[in-house]
Structure formats: structure tokens, C-alpha cells
């Protein structure tokens, strides 16, 4: 059974930096690119980024809101995904879920975590 | 930046087909995916490649995609079926990532 699970959400104050894990098991992990999505209290889902694969370069992506200040990396010993959050902004309290994202023609994702809260409130 | 628009509510009596619209200009170029949550709950993929479904969901659920506008059609619709659906694609670039902004489908 594949699992997500999400962990490192806090209160946080404006300015300063989170990070936050994904911690995974049930499929190969580095076989997969992983993605990280938030929803805001009461709001819609919200893209924040995703890291491909070794096989695909690592390399990462970015939201416009979020670009140059987040960082998304990946440990694939440890089947591992982080999200490293800095200069934080009131607007990026929200839930922060990680999805396994499966590539075919297009990025979708299959999994979901249940997400972990980031308050950023002085 | 680009944007999918949903209609914020449909509503439909049980029994019903409801149907729900993304529009987007990259839709033509890019697949379309759709996802179910429930409140308190993790989003669950019921659609994807525009009209696949993943194995586990009901055959009520199917989409479809004309020109720059998808729609997901659940037919007989059931009580369990209330949610908030949120379609997702890509721009036309092929790099970001993009939801719609979500309709809340109540079932009267």
C-alpha cells in the first residue's frame, strides 16, 4: 500500500524558515517525481512545485509565489521528500500535502498524504 | 499566469447527471485531470488523461474534453457524491502545474 506522510507543519513567524518532510512507503521512490500542493483555510488547491526523478535530472519546478523561496529536494535512500520553506509570508499558511506524481503525457497524482499545517502569524 | 476556470457550485438531485466544466486556452495541448475531497479529507484522482479512470472509481465518473473546455459528467448521481472537484493541468509550456479553482457539488 503506498503512504504518504507529512510532518514538520509549526507555528511560525513571518521571515523565518520551515521545512517539511515526506515520508513515504509502498511503491519505489525513485522511480516517481514528488510534488508538494497546499490548500489555505478554506480556499482551493494550490500547485506549489515538484522534483523529477534521478531519471529525469532531479530537477525542480516552482509556483510564481513561491519561486526563491522555497526548495524542493528529495532523499531517495531514505524515500524522502522536503520542502524548504524560507522567508515566509502570512499568505503561505495552509495545509501542505505531498502527492506521488506519476508522468504520462502530463504530471498527475495518483497519492496523496493528508498534509501537514503551516501557520505563519506573528 | 495561466488559469482553469470551474463554475464555484453545481447542484443536482440525487439520481441526476451533474456535470462540471474546466476551461483553460492550453487545454487543447494538455491533458486534463480530475480530483474529488471530501471534507477532511486527502483529494482522491477520479479522472485522468481527460477521460480515463483509475481502477476503484464508479462508473458514474467520465470526462471529456472539446476544444478549450473539459467536463466531468457524473451520472446517477449518489449522496456520496458531494464534494469539491478541482480539475488540473499544465500550461502550454508543459512546466507548471495548474488547479482549477474547485466547484462545490451539492447534491439537493
Known amino acids: 500500500e503506498v503512504q504518504l506522510v507529512e510532518s514538520g507543519g509549526a507555528l511560525v513567524q513571518p521571515g523565518r524558515s520551515l521545512r517539511l518532510s515526506c515520508t513515504t512507503s509502498g511503491f519505489t521512490f525513485g522511480d516517481y517525481a514528488m510534488n508538494w500542493v497546499r490548500q489555505a483555510p478554506g480556499k482551493g488547491l494550490e500547485w506549489v512545485g515538484f522534483?523529477?526523478?534521478?531519471?529525469?535530472?532531479?530537477?525542480?519546478e516552482y509556483a510564481a509565489s513561491v519561486k526563491g523561496r522555497f526548495t524542493i529536494s528529495r532523499d531517495d535512500s531514505k524515500s524522502i521528500a522536503y520542502l524548504q520553506m524560507n522567508s515566509l509570508k502570512t499568505e503561505d499558511t495552509a495545509v501542505y500535502s505531498c502527492t506521488r506524481a506519476y508522468y504520462d503525457l502530463g504530471y498527475y497524482f495518483d497519492n496523496w498524504g493528508q498534509g501537514t499545517l503551516v501557520t505563519v502569524s506573528s | 499566469s495561466y488559469e482553469l476556470t470551474q463554475p464555484p457550485s453545481v447542484s443536482v438531485s440525487p439520481g441526476q447527471t451533474a456535470r462540471i466544466t474546466c476551461s483553460g486556452d492550453?487545454?487543447?495541448?494538455?491533458?486534463a485531470y480530475w480530483y474529488q475531497q471530501k471534507p477532511g479529507q486527502a483529494p482522491v484522482l477520479v479522472i485522468y488523461k481527460d477521460s480515463e479512470r483509475p481502477s476503484g472509481i464508479p462508473e458514474r465518473f467520465s470526462g471529456s474534453s472539446s476544444g478549450t473546455t473539459v467536463t466531468l459528467t457524473i451520472s446517477g448521481v449518489q449522496a456520496e457524491d458531494e464534494a469539491d472537484y478541482y480539475c488540473?493541468?499544465?500550461?502550454?509550456?508543459?512546466?507548471?502545474?495548474?488547479f482549477g479553482g474547485g466547484t462545490k457539488l451539492t447534491v439537493l
Open positions: 522534483i523529477r526523478s534521478k531519471a529525469y535530472g532531479g530537477t525542480t
Open positions: 488540473q493541468s499544465a500550461d502550454s509550456s508543459d512546466t507548471y502545474v495548474v
Open positions: 492550453a487545454l487543447p495541448k494538455q491533458y
